[in-house]
């Protein structure tokens, strides 16, 4: 089960937190930028296969609002690597271009052809 929280002082960051049984056990945070993209800033589990419930539930709350875009500001190699293979990025760009064609996209698919 993921939990949305929000600061209701800032409203342009997003928190989102990762519970089972009642545990966190992930967390992601993104904000609003001035150009009205998603930027992913922060991404922690001890599970790595989280990230993708995590990234998504940022995603598909940003595409609901009618954003499109998103950046992953994250630095972390082993992220990376595990949100390349999730087909969110690209070794070119850390940059998701088109989220409601993410979501359009098969299953399993982490390209677009």
């Known amino acids: 089960m993921i939990t949305i929280l929000r600061n209701p002082e800032i409203a342009d960051k997003l928190v989102f937190d990762m519970k089972e049984d009642g ?5 992601i945070t993104a904000k609003l930028s001035n ?3 998603v ?14 419930g995590l990234c998504r ?8 609002r009618g954003i499109n875009r998103a950046f992953f500001d994250i630095d972390d190699e082993r ?3 595990r949100l390349k293979g999730f087909g969110f990025i690209t070794d070119d760009s ?3 271009d088109d989220i409601g064609s993410f979501f359009a ?8 052809t």
Do not use: F, H, M
Not at 23 to 27: E, F, I, L, Q, S
Not at 39 to 52: H, R
Not at 57 to 64: K, P, Q, R
């Open 35 to 37: 150009s009205g993209d």
């Open 39 to 52: 930027v992913i800033t922060g991404l922690e589990s001890e599970k790595e296969l989280y990230y993708d």
């Open 57 to 64: 539930s940022v995603l598909a709350y940003a595409n609901i």
């Open 105 to 112: 996209r098969e299953c399993g698919s982490n390209n677009d």
């Open 23 to 27: 545990k966190r056990v992930g967390g």
């Open 79 to 81: 992220q990376l690597y």
């Open 94 to 96: 850390k940059t998701l």
